[in-house]
């Protein structure tokens, strides 16, 4: 096993930049996730790095060991790697056995016989498909394949696993449970690996580090709760997670935070700086709904209370969702399902300061457009 290092990366398909000058390395034995909508560049990233894709310009890394540098005329083929790639359509071959399925890249590579052997066996144990090596590859079920693709990409005792969205035609439940065994297996074998998806749980339960896309570049590169928690842009926000947004004005901006107006309430709030904005700008206020605590009356003299009306009350076995007003503006706000409150009820909720953002108002929030794009 080995680090990979990919540096300044690019890749355009005509005048789309599918990959625009990634830089990003995934330590020994980590796994890391790029996630993103639909065409930010994730699969053609993972291409690249596998060899399948030559890129415009950058440099790849395997260890110290150079896969790629454009420079210098340096490109490797597929095959000379040692990376084992798993794709969404998993490319299991319906005429072959699960052993010749599993056997074959060992075939390519002229592996002797009963070397092949001893090597299908121990992968297949350990994707759980022992005892059924001689059945055809079309009886099997979608998990079942899925664990044959994993199984043949293991084969060759690749230094490097990349995964590219895996999971995606599997039903929910099967999903779930083999994302866990997916990285059981990986911290078993402390397998290098880059797993491709777009979905934010998966990428969350997944991962030692998400890299967030946006438009062929990496935006947030960090551990799930870092991204989630102290998201580098507004897009990152958007992407990961639920959030409100109010429009404002900043009133006072220091180093650590600013004092705005949230402009239609006219409530002052305090918030933490996502972009930089100065004075007396038009800002966007963000804050996630279980950030928000609500109160049936004022809780005495702290900042960011705002008085509103419960719109909508929901339970949702773990936890309520309301809607509340505050003005004309609505905010969503989860709590633990035993806070209950009555449609029409006057709250109080509390937009807790270090956990409220301030974006400039005409900052990057492309996401809306991104997830119609992807029929989400
Ligand atoms: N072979 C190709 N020819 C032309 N354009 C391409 C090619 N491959 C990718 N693209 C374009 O490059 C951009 C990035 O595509 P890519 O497949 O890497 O996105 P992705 O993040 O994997 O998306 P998805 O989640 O839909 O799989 C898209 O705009 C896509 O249309
Ligand atoms: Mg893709």
Redesign the pocket.
Known sequence: MAEVIVNRLSKS??K?K??DDVSFEVKEGEMVTLL??????????LRLIAGLEKPDRGEIYLGKRPLVITDRHICIPPDKRSMGMVFQSYAVWPHMTIFENVAFPLKLRRVPEATIREKVKEVLRLVGLDNVEDRGATLLSGGQQQRVAVARALAFSPEVLLLD?PLSNLDAKLRARMRLELRSLQQRLGLTSIF?T?DQLEAMVLSDRLAV?NQ?KIEHMGPPADVYQKPQTRFVMDFIGQVNHLAGRTLEVTPSGCVARATKAGEVLSCLVGDKVGQHEDVTLSIRPEDIVVYDRPPGDRPNVCRCTVKVASYLGERMHYVVAVGEETLDVFTAPRQRFAVGETVFVELDPDSMWVWRADSKHRVEQSREG?GE
């Open positions: 398909f005509g789309v599918a990959v993103g909508p639909s065409g930010c560049g994730k699969t053609t990233t969205e491709v777009h896309m062929g992807n």
